[in-house]
């Protein structure tokens, strides 16, 4: 039996964001063959997700087998939840973007309750 595994060549995408301990820099990727079959069903791409983490969001683990968490943000007038896995390659540690969605009641519950108080634009 054989089977094939489609390589995956990764095109980092870079994040800088101020926070008040100083400069944090964050790398992501994601399949994007997959972000463009999430955009017509949930309207937007990973690439315009992963700005989720330039605002302020809720993180919780999510899954064990892969350890994966699910960031709850804000981007624009969306509630998000994006749903990503902490990986590692040559150049050290990236974020991967697995999968997102509008958020639930519930996670906007969350999201509400834990960011009370705080300035949440992204």
Known sequence: MSSCIEAHTLSITVITLMTYNGVVTIRLDWDE???QLLKPKRGLTFDQVARVFK???VELVKNDDPL???????????????MFEERRDEEGPYLWLVTYWISTASEREIYEGETKGLNRQD
Do not use: C, H, N, P
């Not at 994966?68 to 007038?77: D, E, L, M, N, P």
């Open 68 to 82: 994966q968490f699910a960031a709850i943000g804000v981007i624009g007038a969306r509630m998000v939840t994006l």
């Open 55 to 57: 605002g302020v969001t």
């Open 33 to 35: 063959k997959k972000s």
